[in-house]
C-alpha cells in the first residue's frame, strides 16, 4: 500500500483503497495492455471513484489501433477511456463535489488555454481543453478505464439513485448527441436525416424524436446499426450500400441533416439529403486535411454546414431525461466485457456490423 492509500479521507469518508488500480492503457499502435497503474494521490480537489462501466468510443480505438486520434499521437503510455460512470469511495478533501456513496456520470473535459478567441459561453471551444483519455497534450491526459479513477470533483455529476450505472454509461456519448441536435435548432415536426447509425447516430435519432422531429431517416453501410437506430426512433432506414441508396437519399430533402459516420462519402450524402436552405450539422469526425465532399451544392442551395465538437452542460439536461425516461437509450448497449478482456471487447466494438456501444465493466 503507499502512503495515500493509508492515509483516511475525511471523517465519514475514510476507506482503505488501493496503491494501484487494475487499468487499459495504450502504449501504441496496436498495444493495448491490461495492467495495473499506481493510483495517484488525489488533489484536495479531487474525489476517488469506483468506476463501474466504461464506454469504448472510437477515439480509444484510434489510440489501439493507430497510436493516434486525428492529431493526436501518443507520446507514451496513456489509460484510455472518457465514458465512465462509477461511485465516489473517496470524496474530495476540501469538501467540493459529491459524497462517498454517490453514484456519479463524469463530464471528461478540462476547459482552458489561451491563443485563440472563442465564445465564453461555448467552453467547449475553448483552445486548451484536455479531455480523458486524450494524447492532444504532453504529458497526456489519463483516462479512467480502470477499477478506480482519481477524478476532479468538478467533472463529476451526480446520479439518481433510481438510474441504472449501466445506462448511465450512455450519458457521454448521449451527451455529444444531445450537442449535436441543440446545434440543428428546433425539431418539432421536421424531417431529419442522420447519416452513420453507430452509438453517436443512433443515440441522436433518439435524441431528435424526443426533440419532436416526424420523420426521421437513418443511413448507414451496416443493418445492425439500422436496426438499433429503428429501435430507438428512426422511422425510415437506408442501407448505404444498396442499389438506389444515392437517389433515396437525395429524395429525403431533409430540413436538417446529423452527419455522425465521419467520412467523407457520408458527408457527401449528407449534403445531398438535405432541402434547398436545410441544415447539415457534422459531428462525425473527419480525418485532417481536404476532403472531397461537394460543397458547391451548399452554395446555390444555401445550406448551413454547422459543427458539432462534444458539449457542455448538455450532460445535466441528459442524465435527467435518462432518468424521467424521456429518452430511452439502452438499445445502443449491444455487448459488455470484464475489463480483463478489453482487448475481444475493443474488437467487438471495432466491428460496426455486429456492435453498438460496448461497455467495459470494472
Ligand atoms: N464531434 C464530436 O464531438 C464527436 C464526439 C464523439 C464522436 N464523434 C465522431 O462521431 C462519429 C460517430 O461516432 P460513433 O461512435 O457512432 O462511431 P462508429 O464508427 O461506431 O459509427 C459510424 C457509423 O457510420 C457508418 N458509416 C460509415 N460510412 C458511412 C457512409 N458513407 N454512409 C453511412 N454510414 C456510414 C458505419 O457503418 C458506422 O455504423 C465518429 O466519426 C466519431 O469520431 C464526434
Ligand atoms: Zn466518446
Known sequence: MSSEASVPGPAGHSEDLPAEALAVVAHAAGDLRVRTVPLPVPAPDSAVVRIAFGGICGSDLHY?????????????????????????????????????????????????????????????LSPGCTYLGSAARFPHTDGAFARHAVLPSRMLRPLPQTLPLRTAALVEPASVAWHAV?????????????????????????????????????????????????????????????????????AVEADVVLESSGSARGLASAVSGAMRGGRVVMVGLLPSGNQPVPVSLAITRELELVGSFRFNDEIDDVIAALADGSLAVDGVITHGFAAADALEAFEVAADASVSGKVLLEF
Open 182 to 250: 441543440s446545434r440543428a435548432g428546433d425539431l418539432r415536426g421536421k424531417r431529419v436525416l442522420v447519416v452513420g447509425a453507430g452509438p453517436i447516430g443512433a443515440l441522436a435519432v433518439a435524441v431528435c424524436r424526443r426533440a419532436g422531429a416526424s420523420d426521421i431517416t437513418a443511413v448507414d453501410l451496416h443493418r445492425k446499426p439500422l436496426e438499433i437506430a429503428a429501435g430507438l426512433g428512426a422511422t425510415r432506414t437506408i442501407e448505404a450500400g444498396s442499389d438506389d441508396a444515392a437517389a433515396r437519399i437525395a
Open 64 to 124: 489501439w489501433k493507430h497510436g493516434a486520434a486525428g492529431e493526436s499521437v501518443l507520446k507514451g503510455p496513456m489509460v484510455l477511456g472518457h465514458e465512465v460512470v462509477g461511485t465516489v469511495v473517496r470524496s474530495a478533501a476540501d469538501g467540493s463535489g459529491p459524497a462517498a456513496g454517490t453514484p456519479v456520470a463524469v463530464h471528461p473535459a478540462t476547459p482552458g488555454g489561451a491563443g485563440a478567441r472563442y465564445p465564453a459561453d461555448r467552453p467547449n
